[in-house]
């Protein structure tokens, strides 16, 4: 019998919000809308969890420049707080190393880390989540009951086909949807805006390409500074955020 | 102590299970403990023993069982099989205490010892498994 599953109730209880950031395509920004938003809400005073999901490619921890953190061990094990977040992610177990893992592995992982992850009391807890609708997705529906997706796109219509499909399975599982941002925007193409309004999902905007974005990874104080922190900030407004 | 968490989540697990089979009170509760998560037995049975106070429907002190269940790792290239403990000194600390938390990142610290491949898998002792449970309707 597992009895990881047992658990995780309690470990989420004193979450009050739970946002997957998510997408059906890789390189749209994912994990620099979920670090952002991260960021901007501890710098609201709220407190903030940080779980990076990307089990094969974790890189919130590069946008944060997170270094030389490791967590505690307490009845389970305590995320460092970095920034003013609670940052936890499987890159301090696999040092940087490649992960190959099967799909039954990555289930696995996510089920121990939910069940021994102590959050305490956080007001909002930001999954960084892979691309796709593979077993990481389908966890995070099956064992946090209570998350909403936030979903990014790129203006392409190769994004916007794997955007599309992801976007369906959640209204088909009746999962909240809080809404699409748009990245990497360097026209004023209506294109995404319109698939949105067709698939009846809130369309909460653009964040502009920005050339210079990449001097600030791994700066926190820089990348609340970004053009890309002052467009997320507008559209976060849009949902109460 | 993140022996602690794991042992938290076989009590709820056994009273889950309980409930649903509706057992008045919880006589025994075998647990396999699987190699590579390297569990510390003593501080296990501990937290399990202090989780099991006071709760509906009662376990029975002393309840709980506790059996060691050696690894077998197969490897999807070459076939071949061994064990955890064959491979352990070859692992730092650092990896081994990361196996420890999380045991699917052996596969990121070890390869097959026959060759050299890191596409693997882990058939037996993974982690912990609740077995059995035996109560009195």
């Given amino acids: 019998m597992e009895p990881r599953t047992s658990v995780i109730e309690k470990r989420l209880k004193h979450i009050r919000k739970i946002i997957a950031v998510a997408s059906g395509k890789g390189g749209v920004g994912k994990s620099l809308v979920a670090s952002s938003l991260a960021l901007h809400l501890s710098q609201k005073g709220y407190r903030v969890g940080l779980l990076d999901l990307d089990l094969y490619g974790p890189s919130s921890h590069i946008i944060l420049g997170v270094k030389n953190a490791f967590p505690t061990e307490e009845k389970g094990i305590i995320p460092p707080v970095v920034h003013g977040i609670s940052f936890m992610s499987i890159v301090y177990f696999t040092e940087e190393k490649p992960s190959p893992f099967r799909g039954i592995d990555i289930s696995n992982i996510i089920l121990e880390l939910l069940a021994i992850t102590q959050w305490g009391t956080l007001d909002f807890l930001i999954i960084d989540m892979p691309p796709g609708i593979g077993d990481e997705t389908l966890d995070v529906i099956r064992y946090m009951k209570t998350s909403e997706f936030l979903v990014v796109s790129t203006p392409s219509k190769v ?17 909240p949807v809080l809404g699409v941002i748009e990245n990497m925007t360097m026209t004023n193409s209506v294109y995404i805006q319109q698939e949105m309004k067709r698939l009846r999902v809130p369309y909460l905007g653009r964040i502009r390409f920005d ?31 | 102590m993140h022996e602690w968490a794991l042992a938290e989540s076989i009590v709820m697990a056994t009273l889950e299970e309980a409930r649903k089979e509706q057992l008045k009170t919880i006589t025994q509760v075998t647990v396999y403990i699987g190699e590579l998560q390297q569990i510390e037995k003593e501080i296990f049975l501990f937290a399990l023993n202090e989780l099991a106070k006071s709760q509906k429907p009662p376990i029975k002190t002393d309840a709980f069982v506790l059996k060691t269940e050696k690894s077998t790792l197969l490897c999807k ?61």
């Fill in chain 1, 211 to 241: 050339d210079t974005l990449e001097e600030a990874i791994g700066n926190p104080d820089r990348l609340l500074n970004t053009p890309v922190m002052k467009d997320l900030t507008r559209l976060l407004q849009k949902i109460n955020l």
């Fill in chain 2, 77 to 137: 290239t070459c076939g071949k099989t061994w064990k955890y403990s064959d491979m352990k000194k070859k692992l730092n600390e650092t990896e081994s205490e990361s196996i420890h938390f999380i045991p699917e990142v052996v596969f990121v610290h070890a390869r097959c010892p026959h060759c050299g491949s890191p596409d693997f898998e882990i058939t037996k002792g993974r982690g912990v498994v609740l077995s059995n449970i035996k109560g009195v309707r």
């Fill in chain 1, 159 to 175: 994004a916007m086909g794997a955007v599309g499909k992801l976007l369906t399975i959640l209204v088909e599982l009746k999962k």
